[in-house]
């Protein structure tokens, strides 16, 4: 199988180069979902999320209030290392499972916004980046996700910087134009994937 590394700054068009790929036949490992799962309610990882950060983290329902909790850690490196070392190591053995269930000449797809941040690109055949430039990811989170322009900036400095994850890429997919353009970009991208996965296999 073929082991892929999916990531790109906060609103340049991952998701939608994650959707297509999904679409084309690839195994897509969403570690956003397998974050969400790490602290759903019942887990092992929501209790030591309360316990390290108290229950005005959960909402009524005793489910994790992610408004709450990222308003505790956002700001706060500290507080943020501390909720990682909770869901991280969760997310990493829910990857490997989902990867090694995966038939043999898949295209698994690691769809990871930290990818680089979290020097997670051992292991992988090929690192994917979605671009696009920061001011047009500012605007769409504006425009897209009702942020605020101070909000939305802050979110895309939180990240690794274009020049680290651009170094960090073999393959860059330009995120800047219409969805349907990024789309055809994914279709050609997987006209190799595919080959060269079945190659393997074969």
Known sequence: MLQIGLTGGIAAGKSTAAARLAELGAVVIDADV?????????TPGLAAVVEAFGRGVLSEQGALDRAALG????????????LEAIVHPEV???????????APGAVVVHDVPLLVEKGLTAGLDLVVVVDAP????????VDGRGLSPEEARARVAAQASRPERLAAADVVLDGSGPADALRAQVDRLWERLDGAAASAHG
């Open 134 to 141: 920061d001011d047009l990811r500012v605007r769409r989170l």
């Open 92 to 102: 990493g053995r829910r990857r490997a499972e989902l990867a090694a269930a995966a």
């Open 34 to 42: 397998l974050a969400r799962e790490a602290v759903a309610p019942g």
């Open 71 to 82: 308003r505790l850690v956002f700001a706060d490196p500290e507080a943020r290392a501390r």
